[in-house]
């Protein structure tokens, strides 16, 4: 019967595995034009509903900030870069975000050491001691190959910290 088992669950992972990377549909230039705005101005918390749930969206922030030691630090899916202001003695700051329009015109900026649109294109011999991801993970097209990217790059006892918005 653990037999049937284990083999039924492998299966059931080759094909889950099978299905990355998955693919969006590109939007119109009018449609892209709209989501960009209405993106940046729904992660910003400035208006009505979305003020609301980036409010109840901080815990995440302070639970991750709370969770692992300081250190060199690359954040995964930073968007508007909301998550710097709990990490207030950060010596390397490291994020990648492919969505310039989020972080462009963010006042935490010039906290950031490197920006990079792929994990892919952080160098080899690079090393963290934390890699964080606030509500990402479960948006990503490739999952399985930004993982297995981010354990490679995280430094001998590093930490991967991540809380997700289901």
């Known amino acids: 019967m653990l037999a049937i088992t284990s083999s039924k669950k492998l299966d059931q992972t080759a094909a889950l595995l099978s299905s990355y990377p998955r693919k969006r549909k590109p939007l119109t230039a009018a449609h892209e034009a709209i989501y960009v705005q209405e993106y ?22 302070r ?7 300081s250190g060199s630090i690359l954040e995964l899916g930073a968007g508007t870069l909301n998550h ?12 990648v975000e492919p969505f310039h329009a989020l ?8 906290r950031i050491s490197a920006f990079y649109d ?9 090393r963290y001691d934390r890699i964080l991801s606030v509500a990402v993970l479960e948006h990503l097209t490739d999952l399985p190959r930004i993982v297995a990217r981010s354990g490679m790059l995280l430094a001998p006892g590093g930490c991967f910290s991540s809380r997700h918005s289901d």
Do not use: T
């Open 40 to 61: 940046r101005s729904n992660r910003m918390g400035k208006r009505g509903l979305s003020r609301v749930v980036s409010s109840l969206e901080s815990w995440m922030h």
């Open 63 to 69: 639970a991750i900030a709370s969770s692992c030691v």
């Open 84 to 95: 710097i202001p709990c990490e207030p003695s950060v010596s390397s700051y490291e994020i």
């Open 103 to 110: 972080w462009e015109d963010s006042p935490y900026r010039s």
């Open 118 to 126: 792929d994990v892919l294109d952080i160098p080899q011999q690079r």
